[in-house]
Nanobody, 116 residues
């Protein structure tokens, strides 16, 4: 029932910034957490950042200090502010929402390409 739509990806120079958004088609009831993942070609999908219902945030070591995850409960939207981007950040970024019952929702992904 829930549709997640990512936006904000694109081409950016190394050292630049992007802000990704993930909007749900409707409000999500009883979501335990939301998250951003990324996947580069030939690589496994990697957890980038998570945020709980209470607002607790966690980050992968590779992005800690550079990326910030936030959410807007009224809009049922999660954001990923990405600063100091590196070429190795190039990937398709996916948002994820998990209900307290374990149901997972995924967006279709948005491409982020960081040039040297």
């Amino acid at each position: 029932q829930v549709q997640l739509v990512e936006s904000g990806g694109g081409l950016v120079q190394a050292g630049g910034s992007l802000r990704l958004s993930c909007a749900a088609s409707k409000s999500i009831f009883a979501i335990s957490n939301m998250a951003w993942y990324r996947q580069a070609p030939g690589k496994q999908r990697e957890l980038v950042a998570t945020i709980t219902r209470g607002g607790s945030m966690n980050y992968a070591d590779s992005v800690k200090g550079r990326f910030t995850i936030t959410k807007d409960n009224a809009k049922t939207t999660v954001y990923l502010q990405m600063n100091s981007l590196k070429p190795e950040d190039t990937a398709v970024y996916y948002c994820n929402a998990a209900s307290i019952t374990g149901v997972l929702y995924w967006g279709q992904g948005t491409q982020v390409t960081v040039s040297s």
